[in-house]
């Protein structure tokens, strides 16, 4: 009898389990799933807002821009999001680019940087600006006045030869941000130009991070004297009191465009709809500075944080993101990029 | 010996299949908003045979035929091995049938074009639920029942049905997904794609040779096995040093050097690596010293190969301490004291009698530091600075700014094909050898004291590393309390406030933003861990001690899904459970299962190692005296296993806690996961409150382990204590 009793316990652990484990598909009425790609402390108080103002009840699950990209893009066939809020644009357009996303006009459009329109109708209406940032680079000003070089201002300063070993960037193949670059830098000099110059940045490199934003840290710390990265990750650095100092460079840069998409077979299709026509306010907006970031909101409305990069001073280039931010162009500069100038010996 | 099929539990099998079919909600339902069954029976919550009545689905009438079949098979009299056939055919039948119709009928109508046109129509279906899990359970049981009468293994119905439980399940839980994802390598949107497949797996990138002869790096390949073998063979000595010392010396500080030697796997990743980066990066303190004391320019070796095998060494070595543990104590003193009697020499002994006796021990545990290193993705993520290893180059082709599936589909198939290798090599050194030491009598012989040299050796290397180790844990420790570790050493609790923060006016609330966060894991942890213990012990114990058709296979199939990266596990299981019939994505229980079958192997493997060294004349014994196979495993078994109960629960719940790859992509809304969360905080740049977390996560999974030890308690072997002098009556 026993192994009749250990069976139908085996069975009724199986049974419990599933019991236990709840399905959390929000499929109700007054419902919203929202994939959120800032960090936590911006989604959430987002989300508290947004369920008060409107008494939708909000499931928030925050992953990385390149993560959510990923998950949407898996879960196809039976999608289990329904907006898409935040993260840097690259990965909002390729899942435009592959109809994983819905169209959509919101009435509150009108207000919007031109910036933001414009991914807008580049994308066909599939994915709209929220938020940009401009792409530059920041010193350890503790390591640059003991090593007596002069303070770089520009793209060309970063090849200086006392430099050596001490600037560094995220890897392009796996950062958006390090793609911005590679991007800007060939819409700056020109393809042969700005392949060039990264062999030559290529000897003054240490190392080629996994994220974006590590230069960033990396600089805080002093493990290097210089790191290219998104402004507004250097200043979130400045303002925890890092001895810091980012740079616009002065030949121009490029920059980012953080986006928000509904999710293509959203399940909640009308709320999501509300949530994009809410996150676009300036009320909404304006919780950027609040969790300690400080990019320029694309509500022409929003007050922009006094911490933030002032995009007036900075020279911006005229990026096209619909030629380099298709998937053809992107593998075509990537592989470049890694024949020419990552295997490269130093 | 042969045990009697017992028709009875078969009869029950088949009671349960009709009345799930009959009664229990036949698809998933909704049970977030509590108990909703409005509509049942013929409705969305209705059962299988009231809604195939009612017409909207008429297809799930068709199950009334293998239950037919089996009633008729255990009603009718006759010879006993038709019987059986009968019942298995019925079994089969059922289990085909629900199968083809979950995977052939989806949400949106037909999944296969000749369907379509065979049948017509557009049916509709959501994934299963307990009605449709519980019949489908049912039927493979009763498949196991009517071969048990045909007469496999035995006749033995319990050894059958857990042989078929297991294999189903890790059909459906591993092979199922794990095909569905590596299928990408040769299977694109536009159809058959074995030209790039060719092109990409022979790439340079990952077989490149030129570190040899140039400053380059070499292939990624390469980089991954050199780094699994040295840390495998690093991993293995340590734990052995720890294991000889907590067993064969007069050491004083034994427990706490077991307590110690575990803390490094109950630590979140990332923060090894940020501990080290903290110490020996270029503004690290040890390397400030250097540079103020003696002028030893900072550089950044620790980036590379050496912070990743330092890192990892520090983590794993804990796993194949205690896999190894279990092992030394098994090993029956009176060998050795034949040994000694024959005038043999401690040395002597240790070489030709101890060691050998290990063998399956070592083994086991370099396999599995070997594995966990090429598995491995927070330290290398980390430190790797431009050494670069298959892990994260297939998170990267995931997630990063090329996304590749097929490649990452091919880089997958590489590691798999490494842990594959080591999985044979393993095999082929432990060879057919037997080392059995723990029998049925009493062993009073006393466990032979280490040569001199080796215990020196041993203290030596272990007590350096205790020591490093505390210097890293006092360091992660303050950096949870400091206001920005490594550049501001302020004390502050705002880290643990902010996420820990209890409101205690109207009684507790937790507002503090990790709490969600705490609870969910810790409640899928605790879940997962006994199944997986469960799961993984049972194998083992079927590995060992039974003999079918396809163990071979079955074995390596148990390692699989341990051997392929998180990251492709997590997408794996979206794209395999996100559909019906088995939709799970969005559940807890999808992280449940996802960590039962990532961490088994753990399991498996020290059930092995430990069940190697225990005679097999004990079962016999206990069989010959008419237990059951399932009294065996429970009255003899189960107690002599107790060392490897203990490390696959504390290992399999420590993993829960702190895996991040694998459950990035699987968690909810509801169920966020406690590394999530760290990670989160990491890539904001907020090292405080992810450190704050992590010794939160340190104390808790602290606290349950000595839980777990106290009740699993210690096996007794017939061995007299080292320190106790002999007895004199």
Redesign the interface.
């Known amino acids: 009898m026993t192994r009749n009793l250990t069976l139908s316990a085996l069975g009724g652990l199986f049974v419990g389990t599933a019991v236990l484990a709840f399905p959390s598909m929000a499929q109700a009425q007054g419902q919203l799933t929202v994939y959120c790609s800032v960090q936590e402390e911006w989604c959430r108080p987002m989300v508290e807002a947004f369920e008060k103002d409107t008494g939708i009840k909000v499931s928030m699950t925050r992953k990385s821009s390149g993560e959510t990209y990923a998950q949407i893009k898996a879960e196809a066939s039976n999608p289990k999001g329904d907006v898409w809020w935040g993260g840097t644009g690259d990965p909002h357009m390729q899942a435009a680019e592959e109809g994983l996303t819905e169209e959509y006009k919101s009435p509150n459009m009108a207000n919007l940087q031109d910036w933001a329109v414009k991914q807008w109708s580049q994308t066909k209406g599939r994915t709209i600006g929220i938020y940009s940032g401009a792409l530059g680079f920041a010193y350890n000003t503790k390591l640059i006045a003991s090593k007596g070089i002069p303070e770089p201002k520009c793209w060309a300063d970063l090849l200086d030869p006392k430099l050596k070993d001490e600037v560094q960037v995220a890897d392009p193949n796996s950062s958006g941000t390090s793609y911005t670059m590679l991007a800007t830098l060939v819409q700056l000099m020109g393809e042969d130009k700005a392949f060039d110059y990264m062999k030559k940045l290529h000897k003054n490199i240490n190392q080629y991070t996994k994220s974006g934003a590590a230069p960033a840290k990396a600089t805080s710390l002093g493990e290097t004297t210089v790191g290219i990265a998104f402004l507004h990750d250097h200043v979130t650095m400045i303002v925890e009191g890092a001895p810091m100092k980012a740079v616009a460079p002065c030949e121009g840069t490029g920059y980012e465009i953080g986006s928000m998409s509904i999710i293509k077979g959203a399940k909640n299709l009308e709320n999501a709809k509300k949530w994009y026509d809410w996150a676009l306010t300036p009320k909404a907006q304006a919780m950027a500075a609040a969790a300690r970031s400080y990019q320029v909101p694309s509500n022409k409305d929003t007050p922009i944080p006094p911490q933030s990069p002032k995009m007036a001073d900075i020279k911006l280039i005229d990026f096209d993101f619909a030629k380099y931010g298709s998937s053809a162009e992107r593998k075509r500069l990537l592989a470049k990029w890694d024949a020419e100038v990552k295997n490269q010996p130093k | 010996m042969k045990p009697k099929t017992?028709p009875?539990?078969a009869l029950?099998w088949l009671g349960?299949a009709i009345a799930s079919y009959c009664l229990l909600p036949w698809y998933?339902i909704?049970?977030?908003?509590g108990l909703n069954v409005t509509g049942w029976p013929v409705g969305a919550s209705g059962s299988a045979l009231a809604r195939g009545i009612a017409g909207s689905k008429p297809w799930l009438l068709t199950l009334l035929l293998p239950l037919g079949l089996a009633a008729l098979a255990l009603m009718r009299r006759g010879q006993r091995e038709h019987r059986g056939a009968l019942l298995a055919l019925a079994g089969a039948l059922g289990l085909a049938l629900l199968l083809a119709q979950g995977f052939l009928i989806g949400?949106k109508g037909w999944n296969a074009a000749w369907a379509a046109s065979l049948f017509g129509g557009n049916p509709t279906q959501d994934g299963l639920g307990?009605g449709g899990?519980?019949t489908l359970?049912c039927f493979l049981?009763l498949l196991c029942e009517g071969l048990a009468m045909r007469g496999f293994c035995r006749g033995d119905?319990?050894i059958v049905?857990a042989i078929g439980?297991i294999v189903t399940t890790i059909i459906i839980f591993v092979f199922f997904p794990v095909t569905r994802v590596l299928s990408q390598a040769v299977w694109g949107p536009e159809g058959w794609i074995f030209g790039t497949f060719i092109t990409k797996i022979t790439d340079r990138?990952i077989w490149g040779l030129d570190c040899l002869t140039?400053?380059?790096?070499c292939g990624v390949a390469w980089n991954t096995v050199f780094l699994g073998i040295f840390v495998g063979v690093m991993c293995t000595l340590l734990g052995l040093a720890f294991a000889l010392i907590a067993t064969r010396t007069r050491f004083p500080f034994k427990r706490a050097l077991t307590l110690f030697s575990v803390l490094p796997i109950i630590t979140p990743p990332f923060v090894i690596g940020l501990a080290l980066?903290l110490i020996f990066?270029?503004?690290g303190v040890v390397s400030n010293l250097l540079y103020e004391w003696f002028s030893i320019p900072r550089s950044?070796w620790i980036?590379g190969f050496t912070g990743i095998s330092i890192a990892q060494i520090l983590a794993f070595t804990p796993i194949s301490f205690m896999m190894l543990i279990g092992v030394v104590q098994g090993i029956a003193p009176s060998l050795e004291e034949a040994s000694q009697t024959l005038r043999a020499s401690r040395w002597t002994t240790f070489r030709t009698i101890t060691f050998p006796l290990l063998r399956p021990g070592l083994a086991n545990a370099f396999l599995v530091g070997f594995i966990e290193s090429l598995a491995d993705f927070g330290n290398p993520?980390v430190l790797?600075?431009?050494f670069e290893v298959l892990s994260?180059k297939i998170f990267?082709a995931?997630?990063?700014?090329?996304?590749d599936e097929s490649r990452a589909a091919i880089l997958a198939m590489v590691l798999l094909g490494f842990t594959l290798l080591a999985f044979w090599a393993q095999q082929a050194w432990i060879g057919k050898k037997v080392y059995t030491t723990v029998v049925g009598k009493g062993d009073a012989g006393l466990p032979s004291p280490l040569p001199r040299p080796i215990a020196w050796l041993c203290g030596l290397v272990t007590i350096p590393w205790v020591i490093f180790s505390l210097a890293l844990y006092a360091l992660i420790l303050v950096g949870g309390f400091v206001k920005?570790l490594?550049?501001?050493y302020t004390p502050t609790l705002q880290h643990l406030t902010t996420a820990f923060k209890i409101n205690l006016d109207g009684g507790p609330i937790f507002t503090g933003?990790a709490w969600d966060s705490l609870f969910a894991t810790l409640e899928v942890a605790l879940?997962s861990a006994p199944?997986t213990a469960a799961i993984g012990l049972m194998t083992a114990y079927l590995l060992s001690r039974q003999s079918f058709a396809g163990k071979r296979s079955f074995e390596f199939g148990t390692m699989l899904s341990f051997a392929i990266p998180g990251t492709v596990i997590g997408?794996s299981y979206?794209?395999a459970f996100?559909?019906p019939p088995f939709?799970l994505?969005?559940?807890?229980?999808?992280l449940?299962i996802c960590f039962m079958f990532r961490n088994m192997p753990v399991g498996v493997r020290a059930g092995l190692a430990t069940l190697s060294q225990i005679d097999k004349s004990l079962d016999e014994a206990s069989l010959t005296l008419g237990a059951?196979?399932?009294?065996t495993l429970?009255r003899v078994i189960l107690p002599l296993l107790r060392p490897a109960i203990l490390a696959s629960l504390v290992y399999s719940f420590v993993r829960a806690m702190t895996s991040v790859s694998a459950v990035?992509?699987l968690?909810?809304?509801?169920?966020?996961m406690a590394t999530?969360?760290i990670v989160?905080?990491v890539?904001?740049?907020e090292f405080g409150i992810a450190i704050a977390y992590s010794a939160m996560l340190i104390v808790f999974m602290l606290a349950v382990i000595l839980f777990i030890q106290l009740a699993v308690g210690e096996r007794r072997l017939g061995r007299r204590a080292l320190s106790t002098p002999m007895p004199t009556s």
């Not at chain 2, 909704?30 to 908003?33: I, T, V």
């Not at chain 2, 059951?628 to 009294?631: D, E, I, L, V």
């Not at chain 2, 968690?667 to 966020?672: F, I, L």
């Open positions: 017992a009875e539990t029950w349960l998933w909704d049970l977030s908003n949400l307990f899990f519980l359970f049981l119905a319990f049905s439980v990138s140039s400053t380059l790096n980066i990066g270029r503004s950044r980036y993520l790797g600075g431009n994260t990267f995931v997630v990063g700014s090329a996304v920005a490594g550049r501001d933003s879940l199944l997408v979206i794209l996100n559909v939709e994505t969005g559940t807890g229980l999808i449940v059951g196979s399932a009294t429970r990035i992509f968690v909810s809304a509801k169920y966020n999530t969360y989160g905080r890539e904001a740049g």
